[in-house]
């Protein structure tokens, strides 16, 4: 993981040192003005990810990656690409020539591990990383066209170079959200649920899981259909994530499961929430066919981790585990019913 990061940085670096090189040759005032901007951004996004080499050594940074080998390769690839660019470009490039070698720095620099790896290992800032990434490629995009025209072929490369950061969004989306819900899947749950478990070992910091399941669900697909049964769970979705606090992550777990992890929520505050969204199930009203309409409950189960400071991660499997009990407690108390909390805390002997 660390060295993933490490090439994270690398290649911000190398982009940053080509700008600088070719503003420095450059025979355009203008365009070597936006070359030192866009150096500047790139500098800006280096210091992020030095930011999160920094969080991965304190043990407050899940590995967000199973397999790293073949992402190292490809980032390592990437930087020894954008070493040449500013070589391969004329010695005193124009505007033309120096837009053109910054086009190819930019494209070298979307691949798709990076618009992931935000998303994975910076849940709370993803949105404002990814918005001044599109920022940057944006302000290259339009310098594009006004200098060679909106029907140019280097117009139509601002538009690549904007469609594919778009799409590296998207494919980010597809990798880590449920495709019906669009809520979190189990890849993002065991990213965030790895990095605030760490800051937990670390600090001592409580953090709770609440684990939603509707009653019944089977009646719902046998009655009304699946179609009605997965409008259902979208309502479910959209409830859910209206209820919870905005640091909460929620995550749809298997087919009518749902899971909320509260950072920082020790189990009286679970309770609270766990009572809260089941009250905002039990009034959901889903449209079905013609005026009709259906209702459903929901159990839940609540796990608080609260180990001491400097103790070892709680691994996700445990957890699951723990809620996975603790909501059978909760379905044999009969529909709509909470479980008391469990709590999960070690000893330093067992650490």
Known sequence: MRQILESCVKIEESAEAAYLDMQGRCTDPAVAALLGHLATGKRVHAEWWRELIEEWDAGRLADAWHSTRDVRKDLDSIASELSLVA???????????????????????????????????????????????????????????????????????????????????????????????????????????????????????????????????????????????????????RTIGATVRSADLVTRLGDDEFIVLAPELEPEGAKVLAARLLAAVAALHVPADGEAYLTVTASASIVTVFDPPDSHPRALDDILAAADRSLAAAKSAGPGSVAEPVVLVSTAEQD
């Open 87 to 237: 070589r391969a470009a004329p010695a005193t490039p124009d505007a033309g020539e120096a837009l053109l070698a910054a086009a190819r720095i930019e494209f070298l620099t979307l691949d798709p591990a990076f618009a992931e790896f935000i998303e994975l290992s910076e849940p709370g800032l993803a949105h404002k990383r990814h918005e001044s990434f599109d920022a940057h490629i944006d302000t290259l995009a339009g310098a594009l066209v006004d200098k060679f025209g909106p029907g140019s072929a280097e117009a139509f490369m601002a538009t690549v170079l904007r469609r594919t950061r778009h799409n590296n969004r998207a494919a980010t989306r597809y990798a880590t959200r449920d495709a019906l819900t669009g809520l979190g899947n189990r890849r993002a749950l065991a990213a965030q649920a790895g990095q605030w478990a760490a800051w937990s070992a670390r600090y001592g910091g409580a953090m709770s899981f609440v684990l939603v399941d509707v009653d019944r669900f089977a009646m719902v697909n046998d009655v009304w259909g699946h179609g009605i049964g997965d409008r259902a769970l979208v309502a479910l979705a």
